[in-house]
């Protein structure tokens, strides 16, 4: 599993279901929309631990 994922506190993971729920209106599949919040999330932990790792 995805260490970037598996931390997230219950008002990040109610923020990327909100952020998933918009992008879906927006007309993107609900499986490209989590790819994306995901992403997102991913990129936001790796630049937490370089700035952290300096």
């Known amino acids: 599993m995805d260490n970037a994922l598996l931390g997230l506190t219950h008002e990040q993971q109610q923020k990327a279901v909100e952020q998933i729920q ?3 209106q927006q007309g993107i599949g609900s499986g490209e929309a ?3 919040v995901a992403k997102a999330l991913r990129e ?3 630049q937490l631990n370089n700035s952290e790792n300096k």
Do not use: D, F
């Open 22 to 24: 918009q992008l879906m």
């Open 44 to 46: 936001q932990h790796q």
């Open 34 to 36: 989590i790819a994306m």
